[in-house]
């Protein structure tokens, strides 16, 4: 094994970033905005987890969704920061339940309910095509399925599109994709 050397670093005063990629537009593949789970770990949160805990982990790791997994490691559902808001906590605090004990559970949108881009479709289709059939949805995030291997694929987030797309949306307030389709037609 080779020993290497430490070096101090009070004069390294900058951070490298990647390159920028300005050429992706509307027109261009919807998969240059797919966060694929093959190349990236997918967020996850135990079904056991107590709401007030991942809120405040959410919050101070700017998180906005993660996906939930049941006991046996499958994905039973997605909860976002919004679901979790003082107000809705404290509507499911009763006196046999206290606010530090609800489960993230009673929080999430199970899959059942959910709805998804096909992994297949979204290789031929464009980025307008996502955001425009999205736009009536007002959902911050959406999955992507492999319905072959019957899989969560990964995901499209309406705030990595503006981020990406270099759109004037306020992050801050969680856009939706419609907001993304007024700015983008506008």
Known sequence: MK?????NTESVDKLVWPPENNSITLHSNALSIFTDFKQFMPLVIDSSAKAVELEDLM?????????????????????ALNDLSEQKILAKVTKD?????????????????????????????????????????????????????????GLISASDVARILRLPVDIQLQPSFVDLFNVAAA
Do not use: W
Request: net charge positive; glycine share 4%; proline share 2%.
């Open 3 to 7: 020993k290497l050397a430490l070096y």
């Open 59 to 79: 919050k101070k790791s700017h998180v906005r969704m993660k996906l939930v997994l049941g006991s046996d490691q499958n994905f039973i559902g997605i909860v």
């Open 97 to 153: 339940q206290p606010r530090e004990e609800i489960p993230v559970t009673d929080f999430m949108r199970h899959r059942s309910t959910l709805k998804a881009f096909a992994f297949e479709e979204l290789c031929y289709a464009t980025v307008g095509d996502v955001v425009e059939t999205l736009r009536d949805n007002h959902q911050q995030h959406c999955l992507v399925i492999d319905k072959k291997n019957h899989e969560i694929r």
